[in-house]
């Protein structure tokens, strides 16, 4: 049995382990839904363009909308779950019953929340998943979960071919931040290519959908990186057509990350 606790309630759990499986109680422990099997060269195009455009894509499906200014994960409310050979299921009976302060814990009254997902290979080598699906209950008259029922969907994969890994994803999202219906639908694909072991470069794109959007949100971007040992280098481009599924709003963004190893 593993107990330990962190600080502003970061990473709280009891874990009891039963052979291959183990049980979870607590805070931000298990994995959640906020990443994708897609292959990139380093960040994914939402992270890199979040400081000059909001874009609609987001690469895995995480998040619900907490009214309309704010957002959480289930695994972030005090919950129950369990994990095993990359299954997690987890169980929040009030999404947003999260840490006020240090070592306390604050009720926002909002509907429950599970979230069932697997990360692995299947035993295939070369193969990559990414699979999961969530939900949350609209509660009456809060004011931390959405007006109505959420439900998100994810199932993405790759697979290895020595130097090449390709890759697709879909990702199926109900946010709930409106009374009406606001489905949110991308598509996500990647390449990359291990020139050798310092050199990579990767193309990705993206298609994001919208309820009542005319528009397609389309991201294409190009990534090249270089790790020079103690300090990595990567060169990001991208080109975005309708931002945040708005017509006629085009950006293209540069972007050069260097990491450091201490």
Not at 150 to 171: H, L, P
Request: glycine share 12%; aromatic share 8%; proline share 1%.
């Amino acid at each position: 049995m593993v107990v330990e606790q962190q600080k502003n309630n970061e990473n709280v759990y009891l874990d009891v382990k039963a052979g291959d499986v183990t049980f979870t109680v607590g805070v931000d422990h298990v994995s959640n839904m906020d990443s994708s099997a897609v292959p990139r060269v380093s960040a994914p195009a939402n992270s890199i363009a979040k400081s000059s455009a909001d874009l609609s894509y987001n690469q895995g499906a995480s998040f619900f909308t907490a009214g309309n200014t704010s957002q959480t994960h289930v695994k972030e409310s005090m919950g129950i779950g369990a994990s095993m050979g990359g299954f997690v299921v987890y169980y929040a009976p009030e999404l947003g019953n999260v840490g006020g302060g240090n070592d306390t814990f604050t009720s926002a009254d909002g509907g429950s929340a599970y979230q069932i997902m697997y990360k692995g290979n299947a035993g295939v080598e070369g193969l990559n998943l990414n699979i999961g699906m969530q939900g949350a209950e609209k509660s009456a008259d809060s004011t931390y979960t959405s007006v109505r029922d959420v439900d998100n969907t994810q199932i993405s994969a790759s697979y290895n071919f020595g130097q090449i890994t390709v890759g697709a994803g879909r990702i199926d999202s109900e946010n709930g931040a409106s009374a009406a219906a606001s489905d949110r639908e991308t598509t996500d694909y990647g390449i990359t290519y291990a020139v050798n072991d310092q050199l990579s470069v990767g193309l990705n794109y993206a298609k994001t959908d919208i309820t009542g959007n005319a528009q397609d949100e389309k991201v294409t971007m190009v990534q090249v990186g270089y790790n020079l040992g103690a300090v990595g280098v990567v060169l990001s481009y991208l080109d975005i057509e309708n931002v945040e599924n708005a017509a006629n709003t085009d950006d293209t963004i540069g972007s050069i990350r260097i990491a450091t190893k201490f």
